[in-house]
Structure formats: C-alpha cells, structure tokens
C-alpha cells in the first residue's frame, strides 16, 4: 500500500513538474533546457529509487512476518501433540485410579464379610492344651526378656502375681523328659532350673500333678 502511494505521489508531480518545464523552456535557452531535463530526470530517477526501497523494504517485513507466522504454527502443532500426549497419559491414569478404586471396594466388602478378629493376641499352640512340664530357669523383678520370646516356641515367658517376670524353656509332655533337660541345665550352671506344670495354659501346682502321675502309674 505504502508503494502505491508513493507511485502516485510521482505521478501528481510528474503532472506539475512537467507542464510547468515546458512553459518555462520557451523563454529558456536549449543549454538551460537540457539542464532542467537533467535535473527533472535526476529527481525522477531519486524518486522512483526511493520508491523501490520501500517497496524492497515493505517486501522484507512480510518476508519476515511470514517467517514469524510459519514458526508460530509450527510450535503450536507442536504443543498441540504434547497435549495430546498428556490427555492421553491422563485417561490412562483415571482408568488406573478407577481400577484401583473397584479393587478397594471389593477388599473392604472382602474384610467386612469375614469375623472380627482382635489384635495383638497371640496364637496358641498345641502346648496350650492339656498338661505340660515346663523348666523355669529364673524369676526376675528388674529385668525384661520380652523381646526374644518370639524366637522360639519353646522359650515362654510370664508375670506372676508380685510382678515377678518368670521365665521357662522348653515344653514336655512327659515328666521324666522334663526331669533330664532340668538336670541337664543344671549341670551348665543354672542353679535354679526346677519343673512347674501348665494346665491349658495355666500353671499349677507340682504336687497335685505329681499325685496325678502316681495314681496313673499304680492303676496301670
């Protein structure tokens, strides 16, 4: 547009300059004329260069914008296929969260059908029925062994009465098996080992076992 202008502004003065030369050039001489035409031609010639460099001008900016705008669609196609990706990405993750969300569901109505069980008892085993011998091997007021019960079945642990801490190896249903591992243990230095009885789980006195033993023996 900044061309055309330019085009007719040469033009209009084309139209003035021209008429005007040739009015002028009767009362001039022919080296006065020749002059003037030089001059109107060297003006002309300035003019229309003028023109071109705009035109040069005007024509490299939309070269440049065209350029800009080819980059511009180039990085939005581009941005438009990561958010593609992600959308995708992003279905996927719903899809997983729902599948999570029906495996909960199910767990839960899973443990909600089955009995209530109580925490933090222990299982029993088969020890806890019937009679069992037992060899203490210490009572204590100031030290705890808790921790290492869990490490075999055959070490037990319990508190009386008084607060005593006691503690027992092993778990016999004979007595005289009891009887050589307390005389076993005594012979590696601990002094106090002695045999206590449990009843289904719970201790009881020696003798009413020991009687229990000998009316068994003399009615076989």
């Given at each position: 547009?900044?061309?055309?202008?330019?085009?007719?502004?040469?033009?209009?003065?084309?139209?003035?300059?021209?008429?005007e030369s040739g009015f002028a050039q009767e009362k001039l001489s022919r080296k006065e004329r020749k002059r003037l035409k030089k001059e109107q031609k060297a003006r002309l010639k300035e003019m229309k260069k003028m023109g071109a460099q705009e035109f040069q001008?005007?024509?490299?900016?939309?070269?440049?914008?065209?350029?800009?705008?080819?980059?511009?669609?180039?990085?939005?196609?581009?941005?438009?296929?990561?958010?593609?990706?992600?959308?995708?990405?992003?279905?996927?993750?719903?899809?997983?969260?729902?599948?999570?969300?029906?495996?909960?569901?199910?767990?839960?109505?899973?443990?909600?059908?089955?009995?209530?069980?109580?925490?933090?008892?222990?299982?029993?085993?088969?020890?806890?029925?019937?009679?069992?011998?037992?060899?203490?091997?210490?009572?204590?007021?100031?030290?705890?062994?808790?921790?290492?019960?869990?490490?075999?079945?055959?070490?037990?642990?319990?508190?009386?009465?008084?607060?005593?801490?006691?503690?027992?190896?092993?778990?016999?249903?004979?007595?005289?098996?009891?009887?050589?591992?307390?005389?076993?243990?005594?012979?590696?230095?601990?002094?106090?080992?002695?045999?206590?009885?449990?009843?289904?789980?719970?201790?009881?006195?020696?003798?009413?076992?020991?009687?229990?033993?000998?009316?068994?023996?003399?009615?076989?």
């Amino acid at each position: 547009m900044k061309y055309l202008r330019t085009l007719a502004l040469l033009f209009v003065l084309a139209l003035v300059v021209i008429p005007e030369s040739g009015f002028a050039q009767e009362k001039l001489s022919r080296k006065e004329r020749k002059r003037l035409k030089k001059e109107q031609k060297a003006r002309l010639k300035e003019m229309k260069k003028m023109g071109a460099q705009e035109f040069q001008k005007l024509q490299a900016q939309q070269k440049e914008v065209r350029e800009r705008a080819a980059e511009l669609e180039s990085e939005l196609a581009s941005v438009k296929g990561e958010l593609d990706g992600k959308d995708s990405e992003i279905r996927q993750l719903k899809d997983q969260i729902r599948r999570l969300e029906t495996q909960l569901e199910e767990a839960r109505a899973e443990l909600a059908a089955q009995p209530e069980v109580e925490e933090n008892v222990p299982l029993s085993n088969e020890y806890d029925e019937g009679l069992v011998f037992r060899v203490q091997i210490g009572a204590y007021r100031d030290k705890n062994l808790e921790q290492y019960l869990s490490t075999s079945e055959n070490f037990n642990g319990e508190t009386d009465p008084q607060g005593l801490q006691i503690y027992t190896l092993g778990n016999f249903r004979d007595y005289w098996e009891a009887d050589k591992f307390k005389k076993y243990l005594r012979a590696m230095g601990v002094k106090d080992a002695w045999i206590v009885p449990y009843r289904d789980g719970n201790r009881v006195p020696i003798k009413d076992v020991l009687e229990d033993l000998r009316s068994n023996q003399e009615n076989s």
